[in-house]
């Protein structure tokens, strides 16, 4: 699923900007930092992949 398939208000930046960094996950904090995920992995998904890598 693509970021853009993603309901409006649960993108991880517009959540950003509307209820700031403390209502968001590291992933999330981490999606924003990425900006972009790669082919057949969006960017959320990646940044949790990648949180679970480096913190687990």
Same mark, same amino acid.
């Given at each position: 699923?693509?970021?853009?398939?993603? &309901? #409006?208000?649960?993108?991880? !930046?517009? !959540?950003?900007? #509307? *209820?700031? &960094?403390?209502? *968001? %996950?590291?992933?999330? @904090?981490?999606?924003? *930092?990425? !900006?972009?995920? %790669? !082919?057949?992995?969006?960017?959320?998904?990646? %940044?949790?992949? @990648?949180?679970? @890598?480096?913190?687990?």
């Amino acid at each position: 699923m693509k970021i853009l398939d993603f &309901p #409006k208000d649960g993108r991880p !930046r517009e !959540r950003f900007l #509307k *209820l700031g &960094p403390e209502a *968001l %996950s590291d992933a999330e @904090l981490f999606a924003i *930092l990425l !900006r972009t995920g %790669s !082919r057949g992995e969006n960017v959320v998904d990646m %940044s949790n992949r @990648l949180n679970y @890598l480096l913190y687990s």
